[in-house]
């Protein structure tokens, strides 16, 4: 079936997008309907044309286009164009309110003044309000309509003239508000430029992005974004990435090296080889897991939405109940008892308490992404919230995953590093081993001296070392176990570096010992102040998960500062792991590299993969990515989903308290249409401004 997403405008409110997303499921051309509130989005399932969408959409004025407009002018209240109708239907009830003390209530140009301020500021509520009524849907704006008509009935022209102005006044600002919570997915969709240089039959032409091949040469010029994914062919420059990881400090990159869709070119020029299409890269996937993570209900936001479904029949009985009984059952006046419950269906209305968990969600998840964070859904932002737990497995995530030279001692006094480190390298130069990589490295970082030693007779030992002939002389480089007779000096340095989690190679001339190299896998320099940071915020636990054996574990673990260690884990181990500490301690998170870590990630209550740029798997496991390698966004990322698991219950505090209080003024006869909706309104505007609160969270 025919599938096709458009950008929608002007979604202000749950209620009216699920209008919207019944109104395109009665086309005929149409099977089916998804709309996504965060997003503004609606996906449809069937061969519906714009038009007919926007018909669909026409009771709120709803415009609809298949591609997002970079020309979109950033949230504001434009208080002329767009709310001309409010100004209008103000003057007009000021003017109505003068002739009402000049020519009294009843006369037929007073009742005309309010009956028009309710006619041009209540049209699009009345319009929608009416209809609703016909098929039995009641809503916010159901809710409204028969208040205000009421109030027309029963003569109450001014209150119900204001009752109209202050909604349209409540609806622009949640408008307003609701735009400025999505604002941070429409900066991620602006980040990347619209056109690129490509090189196309030896002349540069600028095309759309979307047009880009696989296998193109792209011609970026310093100061320039980067249009799509790809291998530096030509060039050497700084690149801020801070779009794609969240990282402020520009990453030099040179020939080979990846670059990201988005990404700025701060000073060279650079020509790239494109590796993935405009659809395919890692913005493009972070901006769909952004928008469908928006759309992915918290269980708070579940149990509102069910709670919902309920309260607004019931506030329905409540206004009737308020209506009738003290009328009939007391003999009270019908006037004033059906005015207060035209007041309690005003106060009833659900507006604040549905938006209240939906703004936060989105507003939280929309600035992480923008911190280098991504989210992928409300329920992982509510879980991360109550999490006491976290488990770090340790190579890529708590060390930087490469072995690096830690130290090392010389045991010939005649023999200087330099001359040690030569050799050394001559030798590791033709081995392909991971810790002779880290001895070349070494070497070419701190001492600058040429690698033109020839080595005769080089032979490897499997999973000892390697051997070969340097002027004549025997040299032996690897594991201890290659070296017979060690002295008790030798053995006691081995011991000792040993119980540091190292590794420990030796070199040999003629089998006598020059050297020792101590080796580890090396700390992440913020993964100390990234466990202090959790500590603060009071977790319980903090668990080391490894491969490796217990003296490494325990000393990585007393580097770091993390509580508690596991070693000797093969991947599946970790994964049953994670399961004891679940069934211990409860609720869990995993954080890892995302591949060989993804049994763990998923078996957590929350997988955090970390480094995620670019790489898939890690993207799609994982339920929430740090894009770069920082784990101080770690912290920030807890401390960002407690905030909106505060707000959250805040906001469903907030909103249904006021409503009691509210209600609790029928019982003297206090209620009135002006104190509802200000109750009314009040409410959803500071809802909305306090889930705001969350933009400004910083790291």
């Known amino acids: 079936?025919?599938?096709?997403?458009?950008?929608?405008?002007?979604?202000?409110?749950?209620?009216?997008?699920?209008?919207?997303?019944?109104?395109?499921?009665?086309?005929?051309?149409?099977?089916?309907?998804?709309?996504?509130?965060?997003?503004?989005?609606?996906?449809?399932?069937?061969?519906?044309?714009?038009?007919?969408?926007?018909?669909?959409?026409?009771?709120?004025?709803?415009?609809?286009?298949?591609?997002?407009?970079?020309?979109?002018?950033?949230?504001?209240?434009?208080?002329?164009?767009?709310n001309w109708h409010i100004i209008v239907s103000a003057i007009l009830l000021m003017i109505g309110i003068y002739l009402l003390f000049q020519l009294g209530d009843n006369h037929p140009i007073t009742t005309g003044m309010f009956l028009s301020s309710i006619a041009i500021g209540g049209y699009q509520l009345l319009n929608i309000g009416v209809r609703n009524l016909f098929k039995l849907r009641f809503d916010m704006k159901t809710l409204m309509t028969i208040a205000v008509i009421g109030a027309a009935i029963i003569g109450e022209w001014v209150e119900g003239a204001v009752v109209v102005i202050l909604f349209a006044i409540s609806e622009a600002l949640e408008r307003y508000s609701i735009d400025r919570a999505r604002s941070s997915i429409q900066s991620l969709m602006e980040v990347a430029p619209n056109t690129a240089r490509v090189i196309r039959d030896q002349r540069i032409v600028e095309i759309d992005v979307s047009d880009l091949q696989i296998e193109d040469t792209v011609i970026i010029k310093p100061g320039e974004k980067i249009p799509v994914d790809a291998h530096i062919l030509k060039g050497e420059s700084s690149i801020n990435q801070a779009a794609i990881t969240g990282e402020s400090v520009p990453v030099f990159k040179s020939k080979d090296d990846e670059v990201f869709a988005g990404t700025l070119n701060e000073e060279g020029y650079l020509e790239v080889n494109v590796q993935k299409l405009a659809k395919d890269?890692?913005?493009?996937?972070?901006?769909?897991?952004?928008?469908?993570?928006?759309?992915?209900?918290?269980?708070?936001?579940?149990?509102?939405?069910?709670?919902?479904?309920?309260?607004?029949?019931?506030?329905?009985?409540?206004?009737?109940?308020?209506?009738?009984?003290?009328?009939?059952?007391?003999?009270?006046?019908?006037?004033?008892?059906?005015?207060?419950?035209?007041?309690?269906?005003?106060?009833?209305c659900p507006c604040a308490l549905v938006i209240s968990t939906p703004v936060a969600i989105v507003t939280a998840i929309g600035s992480a992404a923008r911190n280098g964070v991504l989210i992928k859904g409300g329920a992982y932002l509510e879980a991360l919230g109550q999490i006491k737990t976290i488990a770090f497995d340790k190579t890529g995530t708590v060390t930087?995953?490469?072995?690096?030279?830690?130290?090392?001692?010389?045991?010939?006094?005649?023999?200087?590093?330099?001359?040690?480190?030569?050799?050394?390298?001559?030798?590791?130069?033709?081995?392909?081993?991971?810790?002779?990589?880290?001895?070349?490295?070494?070497?070419?970082?701190?001492?600058?001296?040429?690698?033109?030693?020839?080595?005769?007779?080089?032979?490897?030992?499997?999973?000892?070392?390697?051997?070969?002939?340097?002027?004549?002389?025997?040299?032996?480089?690897?594991?201890?176990?290659?070296?017979?007779?060690?002295?008790?000096?030798?053995?006691?340095?081995?011991?000792?570096?040993?119980?540091?989690?190292?590794?420990?190679?030796?070199?040999?001339?003629?089998?006598?010992?020059?050297?020792?190299?101590?080796?580890?896998?090396?700390?992440?320099?913020?993964?100390?102040?990234?466990?202090?940071?959790?500590?603060?915020?009071?977790?319980?636990?903090?668990?080391?998960?490894?491969?490796?054996?217990?003296?490494?574990?325990?000393?990585?673990?007393?580097?770091?500062?993390?509580k508690q260690y596991l070693s000797q884990l093969l991947p599946k181990d970790k994964q049953m792991k994670v399961k004891e500490l679940q069934e211990h301690y409860g609720q869990v998170a995993m954080v890892?590299?995302?591949?060989?870590?993804?049994?763990?990630?998923?078996?957590?209550?929350?997988?955090?993969?970390?480094?995620?740029?670019?790489?898939?798997?890690?993207?799609?496991?994982?339920?929430?990515?740090?894009?770069?390698?920082?784990?101080?966004?770690?912290?920030?990322?807890?401390?960002?989903?407690?905030?909106?698991?505060?707000?959250?219950?805040?906001n469903i505090i907030f909103a249904l308290s006021t409503k009691a209080l509210a209600l609790l003024l029928v019982i003297p006869g206090w209620l009135t249409l002006w104190i509802a909706i200000l109750a009314d309104m009040g409410a959803t505007l500071l809802v909305t401004l306090n889930a705001l609160r969350l933009v400004k969270l910083k790291e």
Not at 296 to 311: G, H, M, S, T
Not at 316 to 321: F, I
Not at 620 to 645: F, H, N, Q
């Open 1 to 82: 079936m025919h599938q096709e997403t458009y950008y929608v405008k002007g979604m202000s409110c749950t209620s009216c997008a699920q209008t919207f997303e019944n109104n395109v499921k009665d086309l005929n051309a149409v099977a089916d309907a998804k709309v996504n509130f965060g997003a503004s989005k609606i996906t449809v399932y069937g061969d519906a044309t714009v038009e007919q969408l926007k018909k669909a959409g026409a009771f709120e004025n709803l415009s609809i286009s298949k591609q997002y407009s970079h020309k979109e002018q950033p949230p504001k209240l434009n208080t002329i164009k767009s």
């Open 592 to 650: 890892g590299d995302g591949v060989n870590d993804a049994p763990a990630l998923a078996t957590a209550d929350v997988g955090i993969a970390m480094g995620s740029a670019g790489t898939d798997t890690a993207l799609e496991t994982a339920d929430i990515a740090l894009m770069g390698d920082d784990l101080t966004k770690l912290p920030y990322t807890v401390r960002l989903s407690r905030r909106a698991l505060n707000i959250i219950k805040q």
């Open 281 to 348: 890269t890692t913005l493009a996937k972070i901006i769909h897991l952004v928008e469908e993570a928006q759309n992915d209900q918290a269980p708070a936001q579940q149990f509102i939405d069910r709670f919902a479904a309920y309260y607004t029949p019931l506030i329905m009985l409540v206004a009737l109940g308020v209506a009738t009984i003290p009328p009939f059952i007391f003999g009270l006046s019908f006037e004033t008892w059906i005015y207060q419950g035209l007041a309690v269906l005003v106060v009833g």
């Open 400 to 562: 930087e995953g490469k072995p690096v030279v830690q130290h090392y001692h010389l045991f010939d006094e005649n023999l200087s590093a330099e001359q040690f480190f030569q050799k050394a390298q001559a030798l590791e130069v033709m081995s392909q081993h991971p810790l002779a990589k880290a001895v070349t490295d070494y070497t070419e970082d701190w001492f600058n001296i040429p690698n033109d030693l020839e080595v005769e007779d080089f032979q490897s030992i499997t999973g000892k070392g390697v051997t070969g002939y340097i002027n004549g002389d025997e040299y032996k480089i690897g594991s201890p176990s290659m070296f017979n007779d060690l002295t008790t000096e030798e053995q006691a340095l081995i011991h000792e570096a040993r119980q540091t989690g190292h590794t420990v190679i030796l070199m040999s001339q003629n089998n006598r010992i020059l050297g020792l190299i101590s080796i580890a896998d090396a700390v992440r320099s913020m993964a100390s102040d990234m466990i202090q940071q959790l500590d603060k915020l009071s977790l319980r636990r903090t668990v080391l998960l490894t491969g490796d054996h217990e003296e490494t574990a325990k000393s990585i673990s007393n580097q770091v500062g993390i």
